[in-house]
T-cell receptor
Framework: KQEVTQIPAALSVPEGENLVLNCSFTDSAIYNLQWFRQDPGKGLTSLLLIQSSQREQTSGRLNASLDKSSGRSTLYIAASQPGDSATYLC????????FGQGTELSVKP | NAGVMQNPRHLVRRRGQEARLRCSPVKGHSHVYWYRQLPEEGLKFMVY????????ESGMPKERFSAEFPKEGPSILRIQQVVRGDSAAYFC?????????????FGPGTRLTVL
């Protein structure tokens, strides 16, 4: 049974800092791993999707990596901004999405 | 291009009533997924449907909950005889014809409150 864990649960950083969010999963038999952003009371916005055959994906200031053998993915955010404040969710896709509990990020001006 | 549409966005029901949540997938998508986000909990998979077929309902409570995705029209998640514990945000997602390995696109959710 797939389990997804995200560390830390919450993170507060000053504006401009680079940061890393961690995601681990127990079953490496996945099609892909997806990172989402969720603002309070809102839906999910897809940020990056890494196929199981890929090692990383980049979009703007975001870079996500995937290491299937160790069951880990990281989301790297460069030069953080207050507008990045949100909850970040990772989800492992093995036929359905299994979500982690999320990391609540706060970027202080 | 319209994304995934869900309605209503907010729904208030009294205990014992029925709740019907609608999801219109992205045009051309034939795979629909429903997820539930309980207060202070993560998103949990409920059910995966293709047109007229339930593929995986392993996350669906055994009683009171049902889902359909008819040949025509939106997918419906139906909750009968709602209880306070059903209060949650219900999200629908869709993916393209090419199958379940693709990106899932999420709707804005329906927030159900049971009084």
């Amino acid at each position: 049974k797939q389990e997804v864990t995200q560390i830390p649960a919450a993170l507060s950083v000053p504006e401009g800092e680079n940061l890393v969010l961690n995601c681990s999963f127990t079953d490496s038999a996945i099609y892909n791993l997806q990172w989402f952003r969720q603002d309070p009371g809102k839906g999910l916005t897809s940020l990056l999707l890494i196929q199981s055959s890929q090692r990383e994906q980049t979009s703007g200031r975001l870079n996500a990596s995937l290491d299937k053998s160790s069951g880990r993915s990281t989301l790297y955010i460069a030069a953080s901004q207050p507008g990045d404040s949100a909850t970040y969710l990772c989800a492992a896709h093995g036929g359905k999405l299994i979500f982690g509990q999320g990391t609540e990020l706060s970027v202080k001006p | 291009n319209a994304g995934v549409m869900q309605n209503p966005r907010h729904l208030v029901r009294r205990r014992g009533q029925e709740a019907r949540l609608r999801c219109s997938p992205v045009k051309g998508h034939s795979h629909v997924y429903w997820y539930r986000q309980l207060p202070e909990e993560g998103l949990k998979f409920m059910v995966y449907l293709q047109k007229e077929n339930i593929i995986d309902e392993s996350g669906m409570p055994k009683e009171r909950f049902s889902a359909e995705f008819p040949k025509e029209g939106p997918s419906i998640l139906r909750i009968q005889q709602v209880v306070r514990g059903d209060s949650a945000a219900y999200f629908c997602a869709s993916s393209p014809e090419t199958g379940g390995t693709d990106t899932q696109y999420f709707g804005p959710g329906t927030r159900l409150t049971v009084l």
